[in-house]
C-alpha cells in the first residue's frame, strides 16, 4: 500500500490579509493589501478607517483562532501555514520600534498551535507591505527597504525563535510580474525595468531573510515560495518549445537565484536584449548566495503557451497569461484542473534544484451550497484533492523529497484576486458573504472527515 512518510507535514495554508481581519487593531498600519479591497490585480482605493471593505473582518481569524485551530487539530494537522503581517509589527514599515502588540498576537498564535501539536510554517510577506513604505519610499523599487525588512525579519525570529522554525521569505515571489502593487508594492503600470529593479531588491531581502534566519535559529529552515506556474508547448512546433522553455524560465528564474544564488545567464541576456540596466552591486552578490534551504510553491493550474500572436490573445486564467489547454477541465474560475501536472511540476523542481520540496498551496475554490440541514456536500473539492496528493504520492515514488503539503484555505477565507468570500477553498465552511453579511459561524464540510481520513491513513485512503 502507498503512502507517505510518517515524517510528513499536513495542514493548510492561510495569509495574514485573507483571514485574520482586526485590519487596524492594536496598532496594525495600513498595508498594500488593506488599500487594494479589490483584490490583487484591483486598483488601489487609500483607506478611511471604518470602511467596511470585506478584509476589514475577513474570517475574523484574529479573533477567533482558537476555535479554528482546535478544528484544524481535530482534522490531525500537524502544520499550519501563517503570514505575520509586517504592519503589525511595524506599522510603518520604518518605525524606529516594533509594536509590542503585534508581536504578543503572534506569541498567542503560536502558543495556541504549540497545544495543539502544530508545527507552524510561517511566511514573512504574504502578498501584503506597509502602505507607507510604498507611499513614503516608493515600495520595493527603493533599496532602503531591503534594510527595512531585514530588520522585521530578524525582529521576529528573535522573538518567536523558540516556537517557530519553519519559514518562507516572499509568497509567490514571482507574482511581481503580474501584479506589481501586491508584489513589489509598484504601480501596476511601471516600466518592466523598473519591476526588475525592485524584484532584485526583494530577492537581495530574501537572501538577508536566508542568512539572518541561520543566524538567529540554527535549527530552524528558510525556503522561499513560488507560484508554480508549469506551461506546456500548444504543439510540438519547435517554436512553441522554445517559446514554453522562455515562460517557463520567467518563473523559474526566480527560483534559480533562491536556489543557486547567482543571476542565470539566461536571465542576463534577456536584461542586455531588453536594455534593462538593473544596478545590482558586488555586495548584493555576495548577498545572494546565501540560498534557500527548501523550495515551497503553489500550485493550482497548468496552461499552454504558443508562439502565435493569434492564439494568445484567447488566454484565460487570472494569474497568468495562459493559452487554454483543450485535453483539460476549468473550475468555475477558468483555472484549469491538471493533478498529473503537480507531478511534472515536482519532478521539474527537483531535476533542477535537488532541495527539499514543499506543496505549501493547492485546492478548488468553488461555490459552496448549503443544504437545508446545514450540511455541504463538496464532493468535487474532495475529488480535486484526491486527485492532485495522488500524483504528489506518485513524485514521492519517483525520488523526489517532499516536505509536506498544505492545502490553501483549509477554512474559507477571502480571495487574493478578487477579494471574494464566494470562492471557497475549506474543509470548514464560514458564514460569510461577498456583501459582509452573515454570522461568521464555522462549520464542517464533507471534506473535513474526508481530509481527516487521509491524514489519519497516511494517505492510504486515496483512491487512484
Ligand atoms: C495564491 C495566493 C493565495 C491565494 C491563492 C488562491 O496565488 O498565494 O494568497 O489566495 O493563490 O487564489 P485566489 O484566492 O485568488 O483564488
Not at 483607506?47 to 476555535?67: L, N, Q, S, T
Not at 487539530?73 to 503570514?83: H, I, K, P, T, Y
Not at 464560514?430 to 461568521?440: F, Y
Amino acid at each position: 500500500m502507498k503512502t507517505f512518510p510518517h515524517t510528513f507535514l499536513w495542514g493548510g495554508a492561510t495569509a495574514a490579509n485573507q483571514v485574520e481581519g482586526a485590519y487596524l487593531e492594536e496598532g496594525k498600519g495600513l498595508s498594500t493589501s488593506d488599500v487594494q479591497p479589490h483584490g490583487v490585480f484591483g486598483e488601489v482605493v487609500e483607506r478611511v478607517p471604518g470602511d467596511a471593505g470585506i478584509k476589514d473582518v475577513a474570517i475574523d481569524f484574529y479573533h477567533r483562532y482558537p476555535e479554528d485551530i482546535a478544528l484544524f487539530a481535530e482534522m490531525g494537522f500537524n502544520c499550519l501555514r501563517v503570514s505575520i503581517a509586517w504592519t503589525r509589527i511595524f506599522p510603518n514599515g520604518d518605525d524606529a520600534e516594533p509594536n509590542e502588540a503585534g508581536l504578543a498576537f503572534y506569541d498567542k498564535l503560536f502558543d495556541e498551535m504549540a497545544l495543539h501539536n502544530i508545527t507552524p510554517l510561517v511566511t514573512l510577506s504574504h502578498y501584503e507591505m506597509p502602505w507607507a513604505l510604498v507611499k513614503n519610499y516608493g515600495g520595493w523599487g527603493n533599496r532602503k527597504v531591503i534594510g527595512f525588512f531585514e530588520r522585521y525579519a530578524r525582529t521576529v525570529f528573535e522573538r518567536f525563535k523558540g516556537k517557530v522554525k519553519l519559514w518562507l521569505t516572499f509568497n509567490e515571489i514571482n507574482m511581481s510580474l503580474h501584479a506589481p502593487m501586491t508584489g513589489v508594492g509598484l504601480p501596476a503600470d511601471s516600466s518592466k525595468a523598473d519591476i526588475y529593479q525592485a524584484i532584485h531588491h526583494q530577492l537581495v531581502a530574501s537572501a538577508l531573510a536566508v542568512k539572518a534566519c541561520h543566524e538567529i535559529v540554527p535549527e530552524g529552515k528558510i525556503g522561499n515560495m513560488l507560484l508554480g506556474g508549469l506551461m506546456y508547448p500548444l504543439s510540438c512546433k519547435p517554436d512553441d518549445v522554445f517559446k514554453t522553455l522562455q515562460e517557463n524560465r520567467s518563473w523559474q528564474f526566480f527560483g534559480d537565484v533562491q536556489c543557486r544564488g547567482a543571476y542565470p545567464g539566461y536571465m542576463l541576456r534577456y536584461f542586455r536584449d531588453n536594455g534593462f540596466e538593473l544596478t545590482i552591486t558586488d555586495s548584493d552578490r555576495e548577498a545572494l548566495k546565501y540560498t534557500v534551504d527548501f523550495i515551497s510553491f503553489s500550485y493550482y493550474m497548468t496552461g499552454c503557451v504558443t508562439a502565435d500572436e493569434a492564439l494568445n490573445n484567447k488566454a484565460r486564467g487570472n494569474i497568468l497569461n495562459m493559452v487554454p489547454n483543450p485535453h483539460l477541465e476549468s473550475s468555475e474560475w477558468g483555472w484549469q484542473i491538471d493533478p498529473l501536472g503537480l507531478r511534472t511540476l515536482l519532478n521539474v523542481l527537483w531535476d533542477r534544484y535537488q532541495k527539499p520540496l514543499f506543496i505549501v498551496e493547492n485546492g478548488l475554490g468553488a461555490k459552496d451550497k448549503v443544504e437545508a440541514d446545514g450540511s455541504i456536500n463538496d464532493d468535487y473539492r474532495i475529488s480535486y484533492l484526491n486527485d492532485h496528493l495522488v500524483q504528489a504520492r506518485e513524485a514521492i515514488e519517483d525520488g523526489v523529497e517532499l516536505m509536506g503539503f498544505t492545502s490553501w484555505g483549509p477554512i474559507d477565507l477571502v480571495s487574493a484576486s478578487k477579494a471574494e468570500l464566494s470562492k471557497r477553498y475549506g474543509f470548514i465552511y464560514v458564514d460569510r458573504n461577498d456583501d459582509g453579511s452573515g454570522t461568521l459561524a464555522r462549520s464542517k464540510k464533507k471534506s473535513f472527515g474526508w481530509y481527516k481520513e487521509v491524514i489519519a491513513t497516511h494517505g492510504a485512503s486515496l483512491k487512484e
